[in-house]
């Protein structure tokens, strides 16, 4: 079934790093410009109903973010995910609020934890999670949480940090 | 009769009696529920404590005038019941201000404090003030049709409306009270009582699960203590009403303690058993059936009459 | 609510009438909190003793450990043997209870629930988050230090506590405030802008009223 679906999919898109590790799961990198059209393609004609997340991940070395879009088609009880990369230095993606109205929380998400632009999405730019956040975003790589957190929450000194292994080893076998 | 004034003292001791007998049985209440429930439950002097203790807070916060008397004006309703009905039955000392037509006056006095709790509950302007309020005010109106009619079939039976002449026509043995004489007014009587007691399945007024605890959230130490009284006295005031009005008062403070206890247990008995009405669902349930069987037990009693 | 409602506006009233709402001077108060001198010796020992045997407490729960919390109201720890009482309301409470796991966007309204609360009041915090962030000392949004924003009277250890060292923490706070040694709503109250300013730290669009009573 997938096979024939991934036949379809590529007749009408350019998809590439096709990925089918079970009968029941698809993962496909879809062109920027055509990813929103493969999606809605997945909604109307395939079956992929249900958007079950959005995500992003930061690929820092490679200075792209890729989006996850994860679809899930319930007749058949399949998933299919798009992968979309987008450059670091100017993310902006097109909305999918028109298809799935959740997606626009997503993207909100998105929005304010790696600051990806969602133009035309309803209100994209309301802080979601983080109120009067005025640093770069927080799940990007290169924010170092540990410093904001020194600087921020008064951190107690006395702190020790153990390596678990070396620890229980420690612990549990004391003369060896 | 002329008023003296050493009634006030003994107005005032009899007021401080029925307050410890409402807190050690609203104490001893949960104490059951809780052994019931197997759980440990608070021990039954409890209420003393969290009472000093709430007025012993040392801040508190007003929102107005209203806001203040609010408390003051339940605690009034409370007293006002207390004061106008004679607790222990031939008792020169315990028949507090009773008069020929205590009956009306002690009707005012019951809806008093919701009205004066209502206004000082909405200056707070917490949203969950005004649900309880307005969900308090829709099922004591409902609760208070039957209650009137219980009142006006007692009065009807017998011919008057002084408290004081209802419980003496009512002496000599158990077959003479309104209970027994008159039944279906009891029954009427005691499910406007029960929609008075701010227990399940008419306690969606305090609803603690969904509005967290109605008109009173913001009330708290010195207001909530008040009301904590309050708490204390009014249910038995109302109680003991009942126990004059149709279970043949009571002649020493024995019997009336016990008499006051089993009426107050049904009340505790039937809100253990029944799940909470909906607001909507107890007003249609007084007036579809406390209602009809009111009236029809107000034909049966004035039949009875002639 | 958000922070445009807290600004002044224009209103309309049902009459065709209009007049200015200012929201902050018209529904909270304006009154900073003050030192309550606690009352005579033996008398102010008979209040502790009340106090301390009842304890109505707000569950503030913004974390994981506000799950051990459940249990603690069970017929197995039997809290209400302990004179632990829950209350629905911060008004009515004493002790709000703070959870382990503090992120900071609801740890930042915990001082709101405490400044509703009256009279001497006592924190209780839960878990190792509260004492040094715990597991999550390095999060760009868990606060490190429950103490840096309100009094912490006593503070329960575990990464989660368990009922039994609930209650232990409980009792412990009993005998605090037996002794006298439960002054936190004064500490608060004499470094009030020393706590403000921490809170305001963290959320950096204040959008509450400065005080909230």
Known sequence: ?176 | MGFEPVKILYALISLFLIFNVGMLISGITRKIGARVGRRHGIRFYQPYIDLVKNYALRSNVSHGVMFYLGPVFRLTGGIGVYLFIPVIYGSEYFSNFSFAGDMVLVLYFIFFGTLGMALGAGEGGHPYSAIGIGRGLAQVTAAEIPLVIAFLGVAIQYQSLSVTEIVAAQQGGMMQWTMVTNPLITLVGLIAFLGTMSRSPFDVVMAPQEIPIGPPTEFHSTFLGVLQTNRAIFPMAKTVLFVNLFFGGAANWGVLVLKVFIVYMTSVVVGVVFPRFRVDQSIRWFYKYALILGIIALFVTSLIIR | ?213
């Open chain 3, 1 to 213: 609510m958000t922070k445009k409602d807290l600004d002044k506006r224009k209103v309309t009233g049902p009459d065709g009438e209009k007049f200015e709402v200012d929201p902050l001077r018209d529904y909270f108060c304006q009154e900073r909190p003050r030192v309550h001198d606690p009352a005579r010796r033996i008398w102010e020992g008979f209040l502790n003793w009340a106090r301390s045997e009842s304890l109505w407490i707000l569950g503030y729960g913004t974390g994981c450990g506000a799950i051990e919390m459940r249990p603690l109201m069970t017929p197995r720890f039997t809290p209400n043997k302990h004179r632990i009482q829950w209350r629905p309301t911060p008004w009515q409470s004493n002790v709000p209870s703070s959870a382990a796991i503090c992120p900071s966007r609801p740890q930042a309204r915990g001082p709101g629930s405490y400044e509703q609360m009256q009279g001497p009041k006592y924190v209780v915090a839960l878990g190792s988050c509260t004492i040094n962030g715990g597991m999550y000392w390095d999060s760009y949004n868990t606060i490190n230090r429950l103490d840096k924003y309100l009094p912490v009277d006593v503070y329960i250890t575990g990464c989660m506590p368990r009922p039994e060292s609930l209650l232990a923490g409980f009792e412990k706070l009993k005998t605090l405030i037996r002794e006298g040694r439960g002054e936190g709503q004064n500490l608060y109250a004499k470094h009030f802008d020393e706590y403000k300013a921490n809170q305001k730290k963290i959320i950096r669009d204040w959008d509450m009223p400065d005080y909230n009573w």
């Open chain 1, 1 to 176: 079934m997938m096979k024939a679906l991934i036949e379809r999919l590529e007749q009408k898109f350019r998809i590439s790093e096709v990925v089918r590790q079970r009968n029941d799961e698809l993962f496909m990198t879809a062109a920027k410009e055509e990813a929103v059209s493969l999606v809605t393609y997945l909604k109307e004609y395939e079956g992929f109903t249900h958007l079950v997340l959005l995500t992003a991940v930061d690929w820092l070395e490679a200075g792209r973010f890729q989006l996850t879009y994860l679809l899930n088609n319930n007749a058949v009880k399949a998933d299919a995910g798009i992968r979309v990369y987008l450059d670091r230095e100017r993310p902006e993606m097109e909305s999918i609020h028109h298809l799935w109205k959740q997606a626009a929380t997503y993207q909100r998400e998105l929005k304010e934890m790696f600051g990806i632009g969602f133009p035309g999405s309803p209100r994209v730019d309301e802080p979601f999670i983080l109120e009067g956040w005025r640093d770069i975003p927080p799940y990007r790589r290169d924010f170092d949480t540990k410093k904001y957190s020194e600087k921020t929450y008064f951190p107690r000194p006395g702190r020790k940090t153990y390596d678990p292994e070396e620890y229980m080893k420690k612990q549990l076998y004391p003369e060896e």
